[in-house]
């Protein structure tokens, strides 16, 4: 059985970097922690990994707003080892941090505006919450996608959040088709009182606070690009590796892993 390489590329202010390698070595991989700027140095070294992550955190103290420099640093010098590598049978994933850096990249939804003079537009963003705050809380998730390879097997899941700037929000209301059409709306946050959500999210009325921590259109959490193999999410999974990490964990009588290793888990599957 192969073992996957998984580069999980950090940047000045990325702070989740150690806990998601543990929860891909946890579930078999091999992983690395590789600065950015060693990365632009020899963009050729992406060739060495099968599954490309970048993590949460505060990448370059969000300045000129979360994820965009580092985005620009990865469509620059980096721009064709990336390329090449998700041309390739390879996995991508943005968790928080790394969502913004990927979406505001182009990488998830594509260039979705052929004629503008900007490239990273993409005709969506993510940016500050409807609350105007830093909001950090547990939510629960409803699985979209049927062909996302990281979200095999999640119908519904529970994880925690950290962000100030996870809504997102789109140009045109015609893109939400698109995505659903897609099948790129990955995940959606849900209604905590047991309400079964729509099959179809574009129909879904905007949750309030908290239930949707941050006033997402649609009430996305995540995204994933058309092949199922890039996937960007708001929501923190390596921070429910474990099920004592969750706050209710003796009310629930957790034991064992928390949910949040599965996606983990499905990603080193699929190279296995």
Known sequence: MSVPRVCVLRAPGTNCDIETAHAF????????????FRAVENPDCLKDYQILCIPGGFSFG????????????????MN???????????????????????LKAGLI?????????????????LTWNNNHKYTAL?????????????????DEIELPIAHAEGRLVVRNESQLNDWNQQQQ??????????KVPPTDPTTSEILPYPD???????????????????????PHPERFIHATQHPQWTRKKLRGNGDGLKIFQNAVDYFQ
């Open 25 to 36: 070595e946890m579930c078999g991989a091999k992983a690395e922690r590789l600065h950015l």
């Open 62 to 77: 969000d300045d000129i707003g979360a994820g965009v420099i580092f985005s620009r640093q990865l469509r620059g010098q």
């Open 80 to 102: 064709d080892a990336l390329t090449e590598f998700l041309s390739a049978d390879k996995l991508a994933l943005g968790i928080c941090n790394g969502f913004q850096v990927l």
């Open 109 to 125: 939804t594509g260039s979705q505006n052929q004629n503008s003079d900007n490239p990273y537009d993409t005709g969506a963003t």
């Open 138 to 154: 547990w939510v629960k998730l409803k699985t979209y996608s049927s062909n996302s390879v990281f979200l095999r097997n999640i």
């Open 185 to 194: 709306i990955a995940m959606c946050y849900r209604s905590s009182n047991g």
């Open 212 to 234: 949707n921590p941050n006033g997402s259109t649609a009430n996305i959490a995540g995204l994933a690009d058309a092949t199922g193999r890039v996937l960007g999410l708001m």
